[in-house]
């Protein structure tokens, strides 16, 4: 490789990454914690305990619960039902009005066979749920969402960059070399290389994947309005009904005409989700990689009666397949625990960088280190 | 013995098995669980493997 080549790869590894470490160690930081946020919710109790369902015993109504859930919040609406994969219990989130966002909903947990309302916190408060908050999108919405996906990108960039120079400079020394003998900036420069190495591929999927899902809400808005859109249109001009076919009903019928899924969650009209005229049940497999692929089965809210089961768009299938490569959480505890130690070596590979930005030198003195395949006297170091 | 080696090996050799090794192990996980997942973890668990190797085999020579 030319040194001119050499040089601009150099530069693209140094910007890229100096723009983005700071906001990635705090994504890992605050990530970390969250691999293990149901371990940790079920330790906290903020997720209750929930009695097995007894021998013989039949799920309550759905119409029941979700208006026992109504009656703690008085004057809300319904927004979202959902079925716990791990426990014998529902959520019911409600809202002042059907467009009410996560941050102002309210959550009831009920025992899916006794209706049981069970003491739990609300999903958006807490610590967990603060630091759930500073790793999506610091607190500011779609823009911070949108920002820290940039900065995922540039890791991104960072990650190839820091490839290509890997090259040049590891090839007359053998893979896994660390030298701590020399000087103090050599040996932190060996941990960078072969850390980053070593999380090369996990660190950069988790990367695209966290980008690919801070669009989340502009590819969920284009599906509602593309594929959504289109079914809403039969309804133009009527207004949203407030009389409500039964929730249990149409449960039963979405299972019907699905009978390999079972339902993950219910949206109500005006959510977003199923247009102002629809139940939406989504549907989805039992296995780890259908489970995350939903199934829409639009039901007219007014004459309870299946209106589509369309399929979901390749972007929305993509974004769903992203959240498990990111989050880590669909290989059991084993694979948390190795995700929580790749996000160390990551944060590792971080800090080791920023330390070598510190004990730089002169972008020439560098670039020859790289040129000469890491065996230059380590001169202009500081131990 | 020196550490240093003139190996014609590309050093892109141990990146390019690490990725497709890290690719495997994030899907394997994800189509189906029991073997799927061990075959997952056993790749990860190699990864952290090799970082604790060099390290433990660092050169301390000056």
Partial sequence: MQRSTLKAWFLVHKWTSLVCTAFLLLLCLTGL?????EEIGHLTGADPEVAPAAAGAQPQNLDDLVNQALARYPGDVPLFLGWDDHSPSVYVNTGARPDTPPPEMHTAILHQYTGEVLPAPQ???GVMYFIYRLHTDVFVGLPGMLFLGAMALLFAVAIVSGVVLYGP????????TVRTGRSRRLAWLDLHNVLGIVTLGWAFVVGITGAINT????????????QLGEFAKRYEGRSRPTQFASLDDAVAKARAAEPGMKPAFVSFPG???SGDHHYGVFMNGDTPLTERLYRPVLIDVETGEITARP???????????????HFGDYGGMPLKILWALLDLLTIAVLVSGLYLWFKRGSTEARVTEIERAGLVADAGAAR | MSRVANSPRSPFIAPAWITVASIVGLVSALIGDGVFDVVSWLIFAALIGLSVRAWITRDRKR
Avoid: D, H, I
């Avoid at chain 1, 400079?169 to 896994?176: C, D, V, W």
């Avoid at chain 1, 669009?215 to 808005?221: H, M």
């Fill in chain 1, 123 to 125: 999903f958006n408060e």
């Fill in chain 1, 215 to 226: 669009l989340a809400k502009p590819l969920e808005q284009a599906w509602q309005t593309q």
């Fill in chain 1, 271 to 273: 959510t977003g989700y």
């Fill in chain 1, 33 to 37: 914690p969250l691999v293990f946020w």
């Fill in chain 1, 169 to 176: 400079f590891m090839r007359k020394l053998p893979f896994g």
């Fill in chain 1, 311 to 325: 399929q979901l768009p390749g972007y929305m299938t993509t974004l769903l397949l992203s959240q498990p490569l």
